[in-house]
């Protein structure tokens, strides 16, 4: 049974940070990439950040880049999203997600979301001003 566990999230003023984790198991997860992404009150959901299966490539949505860094450990199948310089438009409930396997992506196509077969359930982050 697969499953993504994610965590970290929180309140936080404008300027700070966190760091979300999101824990998978019940497959392999070190041959899948995988992606955060984000989904605001009233909003569609957006991809936010995607990662290779090896970690060596990156993708980054435009309202994060240079303020978010996505990054995976696969020996502890774990994904991470380390967010600062947070702002008050990135309060939403933030997602990690698994590519299918075999899936192959570039650039923005990484975020579409037809690509990812399981997702968590979601840790909310919320950013005041």
């Known amino acids: 049974q697969v499953q993504l566990v994610e965590s970290g999230g929180g309140s936080v003023q404008a300027g700070g940070s966190l760091k979300l984790s999101c824990a998978a198991s019940?497959?392999?997860?070190?041959?899948?990439?995988m992606g955060w992404f984000r989904q605001a009150a009233g909003k569609e959901r957006e991809g936010v950040a995607a990662?290779?299966?090896?970690?060596?490539?990156?993708y980054y949505g435009d309202p994060v880049k240079g303020r978010f860094t996505i990054s995976r450990d696969n020996a502890k199948n774990t994904v991470y999203l380390q967010m600062n310089s947070l702002k008050p438009e990135d309060t939403a409930m933030y997602y990690c997600?698994?590519?299918?396997?075999?899936?192959?992506?570039?650039?923005?196509?990484?975020?579409?979301?037809?690509?990812?077969?399981?997702w968590g359930q979601g840790t909310q982050v919320t950013v005041s001003s």
């Open positions: 997600a698994a590519r299918r396997s075999g899936a192959v992506c570039n650039g923005r196509a990484c975020f579409q979301r037809d690509l990812y077969a399981y």
């Open positions: 019940g497959y392999v997860f070190s041959v899948c990439g």
């Open positions: 990662i290779s299966p090896s970690g060596s490539i990156k």
